[in-house]
């Protein structure tokens, strides 16, 4: 048993009864704080998709062709390639020289320039700047011996075999083949096997203000927080730094969880995936319970939900249909698992079929995975192709049906970044298609009560210094202006109520509820 290790002033480290080790609160964590910062991550890159459009040390990212709703999240930044290997990129000459020097690049530009055009894989690119480490460093440097400390679950990968297996030895195998040309940096396959078992079990996706994954990240204080599925903090990113943040107020002593997954999945593919990516049974609070919150069908007749293995609709007495429903959720979940394909098509027709499916149903509500995944795909599919007023109710119904089921607390930094991203694309339908929704809302009314929503949540969801929640204050000065209320004062004080709270909002509310409700049914075939 090893004595509890501080990891922040507010977190210790101690032996877990069954995970090997976990992260404790100190004290009393109040709810919505900082847990713990890490400014310099041992490993933070961009993935192959983003080398292009990422700064390959702060991570900033290249505005020129993102469309205005990012830009709404970050000011442009002009990325130039780095000339000795031309594949990955910076945003300033400190950036460069940072990476240069201080990270690895000066040893892994001439593997890359080697294998050119061919880019490594994210994982190659990580291990091969892990074992740099155990170059430079003396043995005994903290760096090696939190590297060295991490799970590997090396057994558990060759046990399992199969594809990630394979994997393993191939990514080992060519890696030490590339490092073969850096004469400086040079490693045995086992050993990289080793760093890349320890890759996947311990790092987490480095994502956008927008909660989008663009690389990966590895930092030991990071990896040292055990999972749940309904975790009290979450990882919060800016730029290359992150932070852990409550979720709740955790009293003294508590075990402080992440979660490693997805959030809008059932439970069986929760646990699934936890099985066979992190090799542990999951038996957290909510995979014990017997309801599970996103899996409850609805009756067909008065549309209330109803929970599992329920006979009958417990407020209108209708019957469930008990094969219809088993029909409808073998349906869930084989979508589900066609999506998770390699290969899955998720173009805007097939994911719009897969929903109007699964809708049509009459049986399985918006949160019943995976349709709150499906909702999200159209968003970001439909904003990346300027046609605002799809975008717009697809969110809206995440931000009415799905979120405050989810994302239960107000200041989740998931549930406040989606409500900005909400509030930035009615800015568009507004200026491109008014006529659209402006017999059911008043749009200005309901775009300041979003973003008073976002303004007043932003402290506790990302901290009030935070690169967020300046660009969401700047926001909000914008539209305060455009909107015409004159004074700060008067908004500070409807801060974080929602559209509820302001006064002369609530009628929005009912509006915006019955465009939603309007939506769902043109899904119903
Ligand atoms: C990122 S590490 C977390 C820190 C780890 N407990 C340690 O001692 O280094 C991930 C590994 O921790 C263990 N783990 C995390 N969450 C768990 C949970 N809820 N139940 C059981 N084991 C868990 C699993 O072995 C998993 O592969």
């Known amino acids: 048993m090893s004595p509890p290790v501080e990891l922040s002033p507010r977190a210790y480290l101690k032996d877990h009864p069954s995970a090997g080790r976990g992260v404790f609160a100190s004290d009393t964590i109040p709810a919505g704080s900082e847990i713990l910062s890490v400014t310099d991550p041992l490993i933070c890159i961009p993935d192959e998709a983003h080398l292009d459009t990422c700064c390959h040390y702060c991570m900033a990212e290249a505005t020129d062709e993102a469309s205005s709703v990012n830009q709404a999240f970050r000011p442009p930044v002009k990325l130039s390639y780095c000339l000795g290997c031309r594949v990955v990129k910076y945003c300033s000459k400190a950036c460069q020289t940072t990476d240069w020097k201080q990270k690895a690049h000066k040893y892994e530009c001439v593997i890359y320039k080697a294998q050119y055009p061919r880019v490594l894989p994210v994982t190659a690119r990580a291990i091969l700047r892990i074992a740099k480490h155990f170059l430079s460093e003396t043995p005994g440097s903290s760096t090696i011996g939190g590297i060295g400390a991490l799970k590997t679950h090396a057994e558990n990968f060759a046990k399992m075999g199969g594809d990630r297996w394979e994997m393993a030895n191939l990514t080992a ?167 998770s394909r390699k290969d899955a098509d998720k173009s805007i027709d097939r994911t719009l079929k897969s929903l109007q499916s699964l809708y049509s149903t009459k049986l399985l509500p918006p949160t019943y995975p995976p349709i709150p995944q499906l909702h999200q795909d159209l968003a970001t599919s439909y904003i990346d192709a300027g046609n605002w007023k799809s975008a717009f109710l697809h969110l809206l119904t995440l931000f009415v049906k799905v979120y405050p089921a989810v994302y239960v607390t107000s200041y989740h930094p998931v549930r406040v970044v989606r409500t900005f991203t909400l509030a930035m694309v009615l800015i568009q339908v507004a200026v491109d298609q008014p006529e659209g929704f402006g017999d059911k809302i008043d749009l200005t009314k309901v775009l300041y009560g979003l973003l008073t929503e976002v303004c007043g949540n932003v402290e506790k969801s990302h901290g009030g210094q935070s690169s967020f929640a300046e660009v969401v204050k700047r926001k909000m000065g914008e539209v305060t202006v455009d909107v015409g209320i004159d004074s700060n004062r008067e908004a500070d004080k409807w801060m974080g109520k929602g559209l509820k709270g302001i006064p002369g909002l609530g009628g929005e509310v009912a509006g915006l509820v019955a465009i939603v409700d309007e939506f769902i049914g043109t899904l119903t075939t």
């Open 173 to 339: 195998k060519a890696t030490a083949e590339f490092s073969k040309v850096s004469k400086q940096v040079s490693f045995e396959p086992e050993f990289l096997r080793d760093m890349y078992c320890k890759l996947l079990v311990n790092s987490a996706s480095t994502v956008t203000q927008t909660f989008d994954p663009v690389g990966l990240c590895l930092a030991y204080q990071g990896a040292m927080f055990n999972h749940s599925c309904d975790p009290n903090a979450i990882m919060v990113f800016d730029g290359r730094q992150f932070s852990i943040r409550s979720l709740k107020e955790l009293p003294k002593d508590t075990e402080i969880t992440i979660s490693y997954i997805d959030n809008l999945m059932a439970r069986k593919e929760r646990r699934a995936e936890l099985k066979s990516r992190y090799f542990f049974d999951c038996f957290c609070s909510l995979c014990s319970s017997g309801a599970q919150p996103l899996e409850s069908s609805r009756c067909h007749k008065c549309s209330e939900p109803v929970v599992a293995n329920t006979v009958t609709c417990p407020n209108c007495g209708e019957p469930v249909p008990d094969d219809e429903l088993s029909t409808a959720i073998a349906l869930a979940t084989s979508i589900t698992l066609q999506r």
